[in-house]
């Protein structure tokens, strides 16, 4: 999708499809109001005869509109003016997305960039849009024999429409939305692919791949140099596995020499049967999501890399099917840890926390200004938290807030679970240093403290994605979250925010 901000009267705007808001109750926006006036009331009329639902979201579309140069006219209901906040806007700019993906018209205007929202300006406005209209576009079609333009339906070309003066500020917000569009593109195709396709070679080339496109360093790391490292925990998931495990290494440069990386560091099991300690067969195929931590690691660093935000980043990507099979690890079996700190595997199926601690041992040599470690790591979280916020769990409560802030911001959102020391107890083994579970209770909290011994050397938050990273029934796909979060915590970060 292109974008271009315009200053200018809704009315005259000559475009497919002109979107404009209204507020439950009749009352218009500005830019609604001047469609009405020159269509001579018209538009208030229809509204007022109950043809716009009052639900924020709620559409009415419109053809040939007296007075209105646009073929097509979309009204958005805004839901009611007094309650006006991120949720209802959010809302309505999510169903304009999904209209405007499906348009017969190639252009569109949009003219939401003005409504005035509680404690947020143009640019906040400018990105969300630009963000959440281009993500609108995303289909798969990977794997199917039809492809996307097959059908070339939708508006490719956008103008965000202002009554205020354009500065550089707007434009780019307007630019950063649609890197972040870009990147959670990047993320929901590497989530969607099968786990045939998806394996950690096809993750690996993935990041080689935009290395050179953004020049960025890359590194891949083979079976045989995790071994040197000492990566026993990472490799015991491995075993079972007939494609072999990669440790990607990417840097990002834009800051000064000088300055402390941020290290994200993302859960890649791309395919998670359980293991020895196998799943239940109902749903398995979801478990090609496992690597929906890695994707979000990847798809920050395009919007990242688009954005070219002066900042410093280490992308970590540990990378790995876990499988049954003759060399499988097995319940009881004591490994090592690159940490040298022993895990008692009681259950194979805990084996997220297996790879990431040994990648954010490994973190530990870049002297991070502070570690963000993303995982689909427990079914625990989806039960506590539902599939609305994220799990946020962290050794430093700064940190948690700035993410939480981040969350609110970008509306990707998460939720604060606490790390207390109490809950280290139920990590106790008999044979080795740890257990890599906890029990039945508090399992997102145990899973975090299990990482937290692997943490203390630095200012470390773990984001537990698996309620968020996809959705399943028939809207079933990867959302390309939280590739907002990170992105929005980026650019803070950038702007001298944490130092
Ligand atoms: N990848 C799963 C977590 C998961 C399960 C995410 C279901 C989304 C939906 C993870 O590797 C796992 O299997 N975790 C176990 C941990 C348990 C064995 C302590 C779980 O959550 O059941
Ligand atoms: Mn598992
Ligand atoms: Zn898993």
């Known amino acids: 999708m292109e974008f271009t901000i315009k200053t200018g009267a809704p009315e005259k705007l000559k475009t497919g499809y002109l979107v404009v808001g209204a507020f439950a109750g009749g009352t218009l926006t500005d830019a609604a109001a001047a469609l009405d006036k020159a269509a001579k009331g018209k538009l208030a009329a229809l509204i007022a005869r109950g043809d716009l639902d009052e639900k924020a979201g709620s559409l009415l579309a419109l053809h040939e509109l007296p007075g209105c140069a646009a073929e097509r006219v979309l009204v958005v209901s805004l839901g009611k003016q007094e309650e006006l906040g991120d949720r209802a806007w959010r809302d309505a700019v999510g169903a304009v997305a999904k209209a405007l993906a499906a348009s017969p018209s190639h252009d569109a205007a949009v003219c939401l960039a003005d409504v005035a929202l509680p404690g947020r300006d143009a640019e906040w406005a400018l990105q969300q849009l630009a963000r959440t209209l281009a993500d609108g576009t995303y289909r798969y079609d990977t794997t199917k024999s039809k492809k996307k333009d097959d059908k070339p339906r939708g508006a490719r070309k956008v103008v965000l429409a202002t009554r205020n003066k354009i500065s550089a500020a707007m434009e780019a917000a307007v630019k950063r939305g649609q890197a972040i569009a870009e990147g959670m593109a990047l993320a929901k195709d590497l989530g969607n692919l099968p786990g045939n396709y998806c394996t950690p070679t096809h993750l690996a080339e993935t990041a080689v791949e935009l290395g050179k496109q953004f020049k960025l360093k890359v590194e891949v790391l083979e079976r045989e140099d995790m071994e040197k490292l000492g990566m026993g925990s990472l490799l015991s998931v491995a075993r079972g596995s007939h494609q072999p495990p990669k440790f990607i290494v990417l840097h990002y440069k834009g800051g000064k020499a000088k300055d402390k990386p941020v290290v994200l560091v993302g859960k890649g099991i791309t395919f998670d049967t359980g293991g020895i300690s196998l799943k239940p067969g109902a749903e398995m195929d979801e478990m090609k999501f496992d690597m929906c931590g890695a994707a979000s690691v990847l798809g920050t660093f395009k919007a990242l890399a688009r954005m070219a935000l002066p900042i410093n980043v280490v992308g970590i990507v540990p990378t790995t099917e876990n499988m049954p099979g003759g060399g499988a690890t097995k319940p009881g ?17 805990a084996e997220g926390r297996l790879i990431l601690c040994d990648a954010l041992t490994y973190a530990e040599r870049f002297k991070p200004a502070c570690v963000v470690d993303i995982a689909t790591l427990t079914g625990a979280c989806v039960v506590a938290l539902g599939k609305i916020p994220s799990g946020l769990l962290a050794n430093d409560d700064e940190l948690a807030r700035e993410l939480t802030d981040c969350g609110t911001v970008s509306g990707d959102r998460v939720w604060q679970l606490p790390l207390w020391d109490e809950y280290q107890e139920l990590l106790k083994s008999n044979f080795a240093d740890m257990a ?5 209770y508090g399992g997102t909290i145990t899973a975090a403290c299990f990482l937290a011994r692997f943490t203390k050397a630095y200012k470390w938050a773990h984001l537990d994605i698996a ?24 650019i803070a970060r950038s702007q001298g925010a944490g130092a």
């Open 333 to 349: 079996d004591v490994v090592t840890s690159m940490s040298g700190q022993t895990i008692e595997i009681l259950n194979t199926d």
């Open 436 to 440: 890599n579970i906890g029990g039945r």
């Open 467 to 490: 309620g968020t990273a996809w959705l399943s029934g028939d809207a079933k796909g990867a959302t390309g979250r939280p590739v907002p979060l990170l992105a929005e915590f980026l």
